[in-house]
């Protein structure tokens, strides 16, 4: 597949973001004229919009927070069931699938005296 890839695909755009960070984990502030530097010591050009942006977006977020923050709060993997488990919500299952049938037919049964 030789077709033409985005921006997002070769990762351009982030590099103000890792500017940023790097900012971060030195301890110094963030402002547009040291993401720009860090972006010009590495041999790249800013977007000056883009830089701008994101000094506005970060200047609104707690970094230290955010970095704790799990992005998915999903829920911890299941564990398999001992096979005891399994052999007891087998035996459940079964259990409420012979309760309904006699509940079908009892019903059944029911209509048969209704007037």
Known sequence: ?????????RGEGMESVYAAMLLYSAGQEITEEKVEGVLKAAGLTPDPIRVKSLVAALSEINIGEAIKTPLFAGAAPATAPAPAEKKEEKK??????EEKKEEESLQG???????
Request: net charge positive; aromatic share 4%.
């Open 1 to 9: 597949m030789g077709g033409r890839r985005t921006p997002i695909e």
């Open 92 to 97: 459940k299952k079964e259990e409420k699938k």
């Open 109 to 115: 049964l029911a209509a048969l005296f209704q007037p």
